[in-house]
């Protein structure tokens, strides 16, 4: 059973792609059209959350988006003490958004930032990944770079955004060997907080096992294979 503060809503791609094509409706977007394009595209929709899945955030303060094989334990003891003061809550401390862990205030101000993105409509045209979630964008057309504009001064709307970046979490990828490591690790040394949680994962391509464990202040936990 699921812990009672976690909800399980199905939503088909399609499905998807309507909403997407209603509340975004300055770009022509064809669900039956999108119903084939890869589901990692689903990656380039995130931003989009406040906006796409209104319904169902509408009674929270904050949304946010993580990767899907991650595992976060009780969040509250990393956020920061002034979340409340906080629109953008990133998870490294050299982004102001990060696809792994972003954390944004569920206001209107904060849900529309990504509209600002020059190339928003031809990245939603697009069958390809754009990783418009992040940094690793395509450069000027990814919320990294959109929220950068704001917070710098250089966006002359005059919207503010107060933003957080770095959480005792982060992510570091690389292919090697066959074999996909990841890693849930503390952030620089100077980074004012504790660290709570720490995880590898190797996925190995011949046997098809992903090897998890999990670790907490430094002391290896149990391994797992799922």
Not at 88 to 93: A, D, E, H, R, T
């Amino acid at each position: 059973p699921l812990p009672r503060n976690v909800r399980h809503v199905r939503l088909t791609w399609r499905g998807m792609w309507e909403r997407v094509q209603r509340h975004v409706p300055e770009c022509s977007i064809d669900p039956a059209e999108r119903e084939t394009v890869p589901g990692y595209k689903v990656i380039d929709l995130k931003p989009l959350y406040g906006v796409i899945l209104a319904e169902e955030i509408r009674q929270y303060t904050y949304w946010g988006h993580i990767d899907n094989d991650m595992i976060l334990g009780d969040v509250r003891k990393f956020l920061p003490s002034d979340m409340a003061s906080r629109d953008v809550i990133s998870g490294l401390y050299h982004k102001n958004t990060w696809g792994p862990f972003t954390i944004f205030r569920n206001a209107d101000k904060v849900n529309s930032v990504f509209r600002r993105g020059p190339k928003l409509c031809e990245m939603l045209a697009d069958r390809e990944h754009w990783g418009f979630d992040e940094k690793f964008g395509r450069d000027g057309t990814n919320m990294h770079e959109i929220v950068e504009g704001i917070t710098s001064g250089a966006d002359a709307s005059g919207l503010q955004l107060s933003v957080h970046k770095g959480l005792p979490v982060g992510w570091d990828g690389k292919d090697n060997n066959g074999y996909h490591e990841c890693e849930l690790h503390c952030p620089p040394p100077d980074y004012p907080g504790p660290c709570r949680v720490v995880r590898r994962c190797r996925y190995f391509s011949k046997k098809k096992v992903k090897r998890c464990w999990v670790l907490g202040y430094g002391n290896k936990g149990p391994e797992m294979e799922v």
